[in-house]
């Protein structure tokens, strides 16, 4: 699981190797003591991503760790991740000049978010 913020937004991608049972994914976003479930998102292939309010960070005031929980048909839990720290999805930009360096998005699966 790797959790990017890219200006206010943060996106949480999240799989499972080898997975078929997982049928969505949970995800909870803490600072410090406080925790708050942030959503939850069904299954709909081997990746699945999900966009984090954007008024997090500002709302829980402090660094932000988030985590998922995999849930079967019934709701269950299935497992659960250790905390990721969000961070900075290093976007590459892209004019007339070519595209500039390598990335924290490239390196976790080849995209530019």
Request: with cysteine; proline share 0%.
């Amino acid at each position: 699981m790797v959790a990017l913020r890219r200006r206010e937004e943060v996106t949480v991608y999240v799989s499972w190797n080898g997975d078929t049972v997982t049928r969505a994914w949970g995800f909870q976003a803490r600072v410090g003591a406080q925790s708050v479930r942030v959503g939850e998102k069904n299954k709909t292939s081997f990746e699945t991503s999900f966009v984090v309010s954007s008024g997090l960070r500002g709302g829980l005031g402090g660094e932000v760790k988030i985590s998922a929980v995999a849930l079967g048909d019934k709701g269950e839990v299935l497992g659960e991740s250790e905390e990721a720290e969000v961070q900075d999805d290093l976007y590459v930009g892209c004019g007339s000049g070519g595209c500039r360096g390598g990335t924290l998005a490239n390196s976790y699966g080849g995209r530019v978010l």
